[in-house]
Antibody
Framework: EVQLVESGGGLVQPGRSLRLSCTASGFTFGDYAMSWVRQAPGKGLEWVGFIRSKSYGGATEYAASVRGRFTMSRDDSKSIAYLQMSSLKTEDTAVYYC?????????????WGQGTLVTVSS | DIQMTQSPSSLSASVGDRVTITCRASQSITSYLNWYQQKPGKAPNLLIFAASSLQSGVPSRFSGSGSGTDFTLTISSLQPEDFATYYCQQSYSTPYTFGQGTKLEIK
């Protein structure tokens, strides 16, 4: 059974950093692209970015709202995807989901974690 | 960026009704369109990928159609568990934008 478990969320002050982890099981993690999607309280879904599988170069792409502040990485040996968030703003407050793409990075996301809440506040 | 516009934003319907939600892209996305269902406090669930392909395990009352800029999600006969918020998302080019969502409520 495919499982994705996010961790690392919490309360953080504006301007500080936080790293989220997404621990995967039940599939060959290295074969799949992984995305991060966030949802501010009471709002819709916002794609944050993705990291391609190594077979597609492992490259990353980001939404404009986080580019230059957020960095995605992956450790295929541990089946973990990371989202390093820096220079956090109050508008980054959201539930952050990691999600696995069906196959390549341009396909839909058919497995999601339960989400982890990040609250940016002084 | 490609803008995705869903209509309606909210919809009231009864069990057994046929419901259609539309999604329009600001430019052609060919068939790179996905539909998700989200229930309160839960992660989204993929229903339809590539505009019209039913994700494994999703009931056949859900169907998708369209290509280019105009897409639809149809639920042929609403069931109580279908009351939720639905999102379209394009995966044609980054950023992979979502529509604003359609909240489907019980009439």
């Amino acid at each position: 059974e495919v499982q994705l478990v996010e961790s690392g969320g919490g309360l953080v002050q504006p301007g500080r950093s936080l790293r989220l982890s997404c621990t995967a099981s039940g599939f060959t993690f290295g074969d799949y692209a992984m995305s991060w999607v966030r949802q501010a309280p009471g709002k819709g879904l916002e794609w944050v970015g993705f990291i391609r599988s190594k077979s597609y170069g492992g490259a990353t792409e980001y939404a404009a709202s986080v580019r230059g502040r957020f960095t995605m990485s992956r450790d295929d040996s541990k089946s973990i995807a990371y989202l390093q968030m820096s220079s956090l703003k109050t508008e980054d407050t959201a539930v952050y989901y990691c999600a696995r793409h069906r196959d390549y990075y341009g396909s839909g996301m058919n497995h999601w974690g339960q989400g982890t809440l990040v609250t940016v506040s002084s | 960026d490609i803008q995705m516009t869903q209509s309606p934003s909210s919809l009231s319907a009864s069990v057994g009704d046929r419901v259609t939600i539309t999604c329009r892209a600001s430019q052609s996305i060919t068939s790179y369109l996905n539909w998700y269902q989200q229930k309160p406090g839960k992660a989204p669930n993929l229903l339809i990928f590539a505009a019209s392909s039913l994700q494994s395990g999703v009931p056949s009352r859900f169907s998708g159609s369209g290509s280019g800029t105009d897409f639809t999600l149809t639920i042929s006969s609403l069931q109580p568990e279908d009351f939720a918020t639905y999102y379209c998302q394009q995966s044609y080019s980054t950023p992979y934008t979502f529509g604003q969502g359609t909240k489907l409520e019980i009439k």
